[in-house]
T-cell receptor, first 116, second 115 residues
Framework: AQTVTQSQPEMSVQEAETVTLSCTYD???????LFWYKQPPSRQMILVIR??????QNATENRFSVNFQKAAKSFSLKISDSQLGDTAMYFC?????????????FGQGTRLTINP | NAGVTQTPKFQVLKTGQSMTLQCAQD?????MSWYRQDPGMGLRLIHY???????DQGEVPNGYNVSRSTTEDFPLRLLSAAPSQTSVYFC??????????????FGPGTRLTVT
């Protein structure tokens, strides 16, 4: 079964610091995508970054980057120069097909707080 | 483009009442889905659709019905509300590929409380 695990329920850093959120997953598929979603207090699910498994180069989006280790099935999110607006729940997600149903499998989430 | 819209944003129901959560998208996405989000459990798939006239169950379908008469709309019906259905509901859409599913765009969510 495909699973996604986020082992850090909560994290807290000071503004401008760098923080890394961890995610591991389990899959038997060979070609897939991985996503990080951000959910601020407004509840809106916002796509932060995606990684295509067949690409060796780690994805980057401005201050957000990933460290994708395919063999280790690890997909961590690094936020550089953190800002107060980065305070949110962050979910790692993995799209898969289970019993014919296409779905995103979400991790349990990491609550990130950026302190001034 | 408005993206994915959901109405209402908040709703309080009494046990046994029925209601419909509305979802619409203007991106011409084939794939639409409904998730519920409960504390500590991430998001779980309720129902999904890969095109007009085609729907199927996700992992937690009991107590919910869906229909897809147009590409744009995908309403979720609660048949007889129960307190266990208190949750935040998200509608999402994406382009459909056979595998893997591309990234999903989410609506703003509906917070439902059943008393």
């Amino acid at each position: 079964a495909q699973t996604v695990t986020q082992s850090q329920p909560e994290m807290s850093v000071q503004e401008a610091e760098t923080v890394t959120l961890s995610c591991t997953y389990d899959t038997s598929e060979s070609n897939y995508y991985l996503f990080w979603y951000k959910q601020p207090p407004s509840r809106q699910m916002i796509l932060v970054i995606r990684q295509e498994a067949y690409k060796q180069q780690n994805a980057t989006e401005n201050r957000f980057s990933v460290n994708f280790q395919k063999a280790a099935k690890s997909f961590s999110l690094k936020i550089s120069d953190s800002q107060l607006g980065d305070t949110a729940m962050y979910f790692c997600a993995f799209p898969t097909t289970i019993q014919g149903a296409q779905k995103l499998v979400f991790g349990q989430g990491t609550r990130l707080t950026i302190n001034p | 483009n408005a993206g994915v819209t959901q109405t209402p944003k908040f709703q309080v129901l009494k046990t046994g009442q029925s209601m419909t959560l509305q979802c619409a998208q203007d991106m011409n996405h084939e794939y639409m889905s409904w998730y519920r989000q409960d504390p500590g459990m991430g998001l779980r798939l309720i129902h999904y659709s890969v095109g007009a006239g085609i729907t199927d169950q996700g992992e937690v379908p009991n107590g919910y019905n869906v229909s897809r008469s147009t590409t744009e709309d995908f309403p979720l019906r609660l048949l007889s509300a129960a307190p266990s259905q208190t949750s935040v509901y998200f509608c999402a859409s994406s382009y459909y590929t056979s595998s893997p599913v591309y990234e999903q765009y989410f609506g703003p969510g509906t917070r439902l409380t059943v008393t």
